[in-house]
């Protein structure tokens, strides 16, 4: 009979251990207590080809570390009883998991072989492992079984048998810690070689490490084996300690760690592990993140990735913007030609084609500007953005996932406050969210941006993209800072923990994309299609009734009548044939056009000022000419709370009208150049007000909805637009100081 082999079952929890242990054991085994504590021992006895061997199972521990009972009394197992072998059963699902534990095995340097379990379930999974590119990695044995089963156990047991009648010294494994640590363990494992300190029960490696690691049991047993070692040991630790706080602002135990799983990765990347979910594309992202989450480029890296997505949207969506442009122009002029002039006409042209239009013109912009933001969102680097943002959000008394909301809204530009005031349901925090969805409409929506863009190209022609971009930060800064405000104030409260995971990095799919952009773009569209349209209909009513007196109307036909007289017939028959279309103008005749068109422009111009619309603008100009509005601008302001978009018609309106010498031809961009109201300060005052005032109602409805009552939606209008007000007035008194 030979001598009995005795053997350890170590492994996480739920690794299988208790069902390897079973099915090697039967019934023969005995449970008990560990002594004086009440984790189980549990041992049994079997015979293989006349070899008896005796085994314990271990309780289940995911480390070596003195912090839980389980894992004192699986280490001290293992260095006081001193097995012939561990079996270490490993879990092939989990793999990465479970070799932290293998690897403070192979530290101790413990007669080892791994029983690879679950690789049923790992198939399952899709997760294949090879296991002698495994053993030769880890220098160990690896057998794959299926406990439950019991495949492969017969195998495991033999080479368990070989292992434990072969290797008769313990053996550490030498990984490496980092430079620092490596060179102070050399010296200590030395110190504590050379005067057997600790080592009639723990390998000297072994202790070092526990030294290291700053391990209670290890450091108490030390002080009562050799006291005077033992001090020179603490001190040691001590110096690397205050170094590594010092340069890394880590402790040697988190190195350790971190070293351990580093070994762990760098095994597993070298071919053990075939996914069929493609793990490598988790280190690809690791990787790539290590650069674009960097804290110092991170956020240099993406300020220009978003300002790239500026310089893209917006040079490659002029042309189509101005093929929409004369798409609505060519309706609109079909609809003057064919139509009977009256209301209808007006209503159809000046209310559904104009209002419409506007709103469908920038359609390719909010498109590409989609586009290039589903681009971020589906590679994942969006959610990048919110990690990085976390950091400043939390200054400001927000969450990383208040992030979406500001985006969706036009963080970037050219998003909704709609959506955006939904979005924030993802926030948890009543507090934070209350602040983000208060705030996002700060941000520069689909409906703003034509605004910003026709004032920024008509008064800052050469740097578009950089004064949005400036523009959109500083949108960003003023949410940011009303946030603070708001959470220092009315929405005072604790921050919630941010906890984020970050998807791996992926090639963003063309199908995936165009979907994507397609949803929002419909959004847009939808809103432009219904509530745009009623709201551009009410607005030309307000704009048009009650319409000129009688005796203003006859005025401008007899300036009409008159001018006409003061041209030849010929003229006059040569713009009746023109406008039949049967006909060419000569130069004179087109004069006479320009100036007639002058005239009904002044008419309409007019009109406007005896309008509704026109009565309250001019009512508020007093109070508004402080920040530099005159009453037609505050017309489109007013249009402007019903919805964004109708600003840029009713200026069109408003300032078609004859105050100066104007070409019918000029765009209104030209036509705000030349007027004298209008100059670089008030155009950036009228930014400015846009940018920050009451919501479009539409939001403010949501807004209502969300909040769950009224009051704070009334409580955005009327904020928003006193600080939008102060902010513009300051802007064009400061502007005109410094002008
Ligand atoms: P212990 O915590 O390490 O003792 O783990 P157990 O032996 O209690 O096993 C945990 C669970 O895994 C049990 O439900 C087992 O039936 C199951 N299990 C163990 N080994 C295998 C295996 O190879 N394949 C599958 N599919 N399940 C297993
Ligand atoms: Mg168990």
Not at 46 to 51: G, H, L, M, S
Not at 275 to 290: A, C, E, G, V
Not at 364 to 372: D, R, S, T
Request: charged share 20%.
């Amino acid at each position: 009979m030979k001598k009995p082999i005795t053997m350890a079952l170590a492994g996480n929890p739920n690794a299988g251990k208790t069902t390897l242990f079973n099915e090697l054991t039967g019934s023969r085994q005995h449970v008990g207590n560990y002594p004086g504590i009440t984790v189980d021992h549990k041992r049994g006895h079997f015979t293989y080809k006349d070899q008896k061997v005796t085994i314990t199972d271990l309780p289940g521990t995911y480390s070596l570390t003195a912090y839980s009972v389980e894992e004192i009394v699986s280490r001290d197992f293992l260095t006081n009883n001193r097995p012939d072998v561990v079996i270490n059963i490993v879990d092939a699902s989990n793999l990465e998991r479970n070799l932290y534990l293998t690897t403070q095995f192979l530290e101790m340097g413990v007669p080892l072989i791994i029983a690879l379990n679950m690789i049923d379930v790992a198939k399952d999974r899709g997760i294949t492992v090879r296991c002698e590119k495994l053993a030769e990695l880890l220098g160990v044995q690896v057998v794959p079984i299926i406990a439950r089963s019991g495949q492969g156990t017969e195998e495991l047991i033999k080479q368990a048998i070989e292992v434990a009648q072969s290797e008769k010294i313990w053996n550490p494994k030498d990984i490496s810690y980092g430079d620092d640590l490596d060179e102070v363990l050399m010296k200590i494992v030395s110190i504590i070689s050379d005067s057997s300190f600790l080592s009639s029960t723990y390998p000297p490696h072994y202790t070092g490490i526990k030294y290291l690691e700053h391990d209670d049991q290890i450091l108490t047993l030390g002080q009562k084996a050799d006291p005077v070692i033992a001090q020179k040991l603490e001190q040691m630790v001590g110096a690397i300690s205050d170094h590594l706080l010092k340069t890394m602002e880590v402790y040697p135990e988190s190195m350790i760690a971190d070293h351990r799983y580093g070994f762990i990765k760098s095994i597993i990347r070298q071919g053990v592990l075939t996914h069929k979910f493609d793990i490598d594309r988790l280190y690809t992202s690791d990787k790539i993140d290590k650069v674009l989450t960097n804290r110092l480029i991170g956020p240099v890296i993406m300020l220009l990735i978003l300002f790239g997505l500026y310089q893209f949207t917006f040079s490659w969506s002029e042309l189509p913007v101005s093929w929409m442009e004369s798409l609505f122009g060519w309706m609109g002029g079909i609809a003057d030609t064919t139509l009977p002039d009256g209301p209808l006409k007006s209503m159809l042209i000046s209310g559904v084609i104009d209002g419409v239009g506007g709103v469908l013109g920038f359609v390719p912009l909010i498109m590409f500007m989609f586009f290039g933001i589903a681009i971020l969102e589906d590679s994942g680097y969006l959610a990048r953005v919110a990690f990085m943002m976390d950091r400043i959000f939390r200054i400001f008394g927000l969450h990383g996932s208040s992030v979406m909301p500001f985006i969706v809204s036009g963080g970037i530009a050219g998003g909704c406050a709609v959506p955006g005031v939904m979005a924030t349901r993802t926030l948890r925090s009543p507090k934070e969210r209350m602040a983000t969805l208060l705030t996002v409409p700060f941000m520069n929506c689909g409906a703003k941006v034509p605004v910003l863009v026709l004032l920024i190209g008509a008064f800052f022609t050469d740097h578009q993209a950089l004064y949005m971009f400036l523009f959109t930060m500083l949108a960003w800064f003023v949410a940011l800072v009303v946030a603070k405000f708001l959470r220092m104030t009315v929405l005072k409260g604790e921050a919630t923990p941010f906890v984020m995971e970050l998807p791996p990095y992926r090639f963003p799919t063309l199908r995936g994309l165009v979907i994507h952009t397609w949803e929002r773009t419909w959004q847009y569209i939808k809103k432009a299609g219904t509530v745009i349209l009623g709201i551009s209909i009410i607005l030309w009513a307000l704009m048009t009734y009650p319409g000129l007196p009688e005796s203003q109307q006859d005025n401008f036909s007899a300036k009409r009548t008159a001018i006409s007289q003061s041209y030849p017939e010929s003229i006059r028959s040569e713009l009746l044939a023109y406008n039949q279309e049967t006909g060419e103008l000569s130069k004179k005749g087109k004069q006479l056009k320009a100036e007639l068109t002058i005239i009904d422009q002044e008419e309409s111009g007019a009109g406007l000022r005896y309008s509704i619309a026109g009565k309250i603008g001019t009512f508020l100009e007093p109070v508004s000419s402080l920040a530099g509005f005159d009453w037609r601008t505050n017309i489109a302001l007013l249009g402007g709370f019903a919805a964004k978009e109708v600003i840029i018609s009713t200026l069109g309106t408003a300032y078609s009208m004859g105050e100066v010498e104007v070409d019918a031809s000029d765009s209104l961009g030209e036509r705000l150049v030349r007027d004298p109201h209008w100059n670089s300060v008030v155009a950036v005052a009228v930014l400015i007000f846009i940018m920050f005032y009451a919501p479009c109602f539409v939001t403010v409805v949501c807004i209502a909805k969300e909040a769950g009552s009224w009051k704070w939606a009334f409580f955005s209008m009327a904020f928003n637009t006193v600080f939008a007000f102060l902010a513009a007035f300051l802007v064009f008194q400061i502007g005109n100081l410094l002008g």
